[in-house]
């Protein structure tokens, strides 16, 4: 109701000063009208925030979603490391993909991994006498339904924003991540593969393959998540390269490239 109301002023330029002038005379005089349009004027100046945007004009996240941690006790990853799991949570889902990021505190060095864990498990303390004593929490994760390129994209974009007060990522070193960890990724790759090259993985054919990753749309999509810490891909390398069908695909599955990348960032 008040909207409407304030949509018929719509017509007029009023002056703020003068209105309150006006009001305030009007009040003195004991006018009733005068109480009336001060509530009126007043709930004209309370703005819709529902669909508010940021700087950037994109709308920000829905409010059931949220960026969980999980610190990695010292005890595993050794008291000259701070070691921290990030994970998007919407609603009860709480996604199977996780952004680890770990410092070094003697050199500074930052690095982070990307990977699908769906029924991880972070163990919480070790025997130094007996290796087989290593206690676990229950899993909080379950299986996740599978998301897209773009989904993971911005889960990542979420999980730096929530990591920068935890770190300072513009001395991250490097990403690490398995090709078919990213949708669609290990496909694509391949298909230009072996357009360039064929069937074909000479001596060196890592640095071939970590050419096309280079020049990917998923490089360029990266930088700009990591401009914000004045980062930007530098060097690409994979290890363990492998062309191969996994044994649980169907029949007549094409082979795919896979292996881990490991991105290495430089300042801008």
């Known amino acids: 109701m008040v909207q409407k ?10 002056k703020p ?17 005068a109480i009336s349009l001060i509530i009126l004027l007043a709930g004209c100046n309370f703005k819709n925030d529902n669909n508010s945007l940021n700087k950037k004009g994109v709308p920000k996240e829905k409010s059931d979603t949220i960026v969980g941690v999980e610190v990695v006790p010292a005890d595993i990853v050794g008291t000259d490391h701070i070691e921290k799991e990030y994970f998007v949570v919407i609603k009860n889902d709480t996604s199977s993909f996780l952004v680890i990021i770990s410092e070094n505190k003697i050199t500074g060095k930052v690095f982070m991994n990307y990977r699908q864990d769906p029924y991880g498990r972070t163990p919480r303390s070790f025997s130094a006498d007996d290796t087989a004593a290593v206690a676990y929490d229950e899993p909080i994760r379950k299986p996740a339904k599978k998301l897209n390129y773009k989904k993971q994209m911005r889960q990542i974009e979420l999980i730096l924003g929530d990591a920068s007060k935890d770190f300072n990522l513009s001395k991250l070193h490097g990403l690490r991540f398995g090709m078919s960890t990213i949708d669609g990724f290990s496909q694509n790759t391949t298909k230009q593969y072996l357009s360039k090259y064929g069937e074909r993985f000479p001596y060196g054919g890592n640095s071939n393959a970590a050419e096309l990753v280079k020049s990917s749309v998923l490089t360029a999509d990266l930088n700009k998540i990591l401009a914000p810490y004045a980062l930007i891909i530098d060097e690409v390398s994979i290890e363990k390269l492998v062309y191969f069908t996994p044994l649980s695909s169907p029949r007549g599955t094409k082979p795919l490239l896979d292996g881990m990348v490991y991105l290495s960032f430089k300042k801008i």
């Open 17 to 33: 000063d003068l209105v309150k002038t006006q009001l305030i005379t009007l009040y003195m005089k004991g006018s009733a009208f």
């Open 5 to 14: 109301r304030c949509a018929k002023f719509g017509h007029y330029k009023i």
